[in-house]
């Protein structure tokens, strides 16, 4: 089955700059790759996703990058905010197009924004 | 996105006794629906997959006499934890997806804290 590693686990940075979490996934059938964010005691929200077919993606402050040959994609966030702060979790998944595919998650990654 | 419902948001019970989870889809059908455990600071482990008029699909390790799964409609999964013990004390969360519309996206539930005594 899929296996996804994510990194780093904690990650702290000042408000205002970058911020960059990487995830490797390991079964190269995977063709989906979304990134949820998670605030405590909340669910999981959507925040990206990605194709395979594609190799970045960008929605305003956050974009998500697809390396298919080294299988790692990861999460870029600009001009970090104090809402940013949260738990957020990368995933990967084969989608055959029908409703029955699950994720497989990585361990998740807690990002600390500086004021 | 798709709506996914869920309750109770949380509930506190006495060792031994059973606890219902109710995941509904609220604006469309979902043949299949995810239940996921979270323990604190950890990622989001699959439990089970849930499936419409049929057996649900457990994960290895799982125990599925103690993890009660039942989809009787297209838009309800229940997870019920039997003879509840305070090492099922738990963060428990269903998802489900609308292909139709969101295509592969999964929207979750938004949980159920278990606190068992």
Known sequence: GENVEQ???????????????????????????????????????????????????????????LNKTAKHFSLHITETQPEDSAVYFCAAMMYSGGGADGLTFGKGTHLIIQP | GAVVSQHPSWVIC????????????????ATTMFWYRQFPKQSLMLMATSNEGSKATYEQGVEKDKFLINHASLTLSTLTVTSAHPEDSSFYICSARDPGVHFEKLFFGSGTQLSVL
């Open chain 1, 7 to 65: 990194h780093p686990s904690t990650l702290s940075v000042q408000e205002g700059d970058s911020a960059v979490i990487k995830c490797t996934y390991s079964d190269s059938a995977s063709n989906y790759f979304p990134w949820y964010k998670q605030e405590l005691g909340k669910r999981p929200q959507l925040i990206i996703d990605i194709r395979s077919n594609v190799g970045e993606k960008k929605d305003q402050r956050i974009a998500v990058t």
């Open chain 2, 14 to 29: 006495k060792s031994g006794t059973s606890v219902k989870i109710e995941c509904r889809s609220l604006d469309f059908q």
